[in-house]
């Protein structure tokens, strides 16, 4: 009886560890504030703890920081951005010290923990932006997913896959299926003299 009490209660110690990466993992996960409460009411949100995602648009190198102009998308259960077809907006994330351009590139996906900050006005082309600010205290790029094809390997013995020789019960005889052939019509001549 006590093996199986420790067992639960180690079930529920592993269940409430945190699943995010080091860099981005924070005690206190109800203190974080979402995007679209920051996006809503930006004053009433600056200095609170967030943590958001998404891929990266732009990025920009400045004197001591970088600046990454970031798509948000809703975080998956470990923190790694949910990438879709739809989006509530962007956002700018302030990374003290130099962020390579060559390995951040855009369209890779990145997970931000920090504080809100106060939102800066920019462009996206022509149109003028508000963009909500996260100033990091950790960042987490993720690695590039790989496309995979599911392939599957037959195991059956030879005369199992072929339904040609299949064996009692899948093919107790062998039937020859009739040559269908398709004979065309002649159409009448539409050009005949009556």
């Not at 700018?92 to 130099?98: C, H, K």
């Not at 390579?100 to 931000?112: A, E, K, W």
């Not at 790989?146 to 899948?170: C, E, K, Q, T």
Request: with cysteine; hydrophobic share 35%; glycine share 8%.
């Amino acid at each position: 009886m006590l093996r199986i009490a420790s067992l639960a209660l180690g079930a529920l110690l592993l269940a409430g560890c945190s699943t995010f990466p080091d860099a981005i993992a924070t005690q206190d996960e109800d203190a974080l504030v979402s995007y679209s409460q920051v996006k809503n009411n930006t004053e009433a949100t600056v200095g609170q703890a967030a943590r958001w995602g998404g891929i990266i648009a732009d990025v920009r190198n400045d004197e001591g920081y970088t600046i990454i102009e970031m798509v948000h998308f809703p975080l998956k259960s470990w923190g790694r951005p949910l990438v879709s077809d739809d989006t509530e907006g962007r956002f700018l994330a302030v990374i003290n010290g130099f962020v390579d351009p060559q390995v951040y590139q855009q369209g890779r996906s990145l997970t931000v923990l920090g504080k809100v900050g106060e939102a800066q006005e920019g462009k996206i082309g022509d149109y003028n932006y508000v963009y909500p600010v996260i100033e990091t205290s950790g960042y987490y790029l993720w690695p590039k997913e790989v496309d995979r094809a599911d392939s599957g390997i037959d195991y059956s013995p030879l005369w199992f896959r072929h339904n040609f020789y299949a064996p009692y019960p899948y093919r107790p005889y062998y039937y020859r299926y009739p040559t269908r052939v398709r004979v065309q019509e002649e159409k009448p001549n539409a050009t005949s003299n009556q």
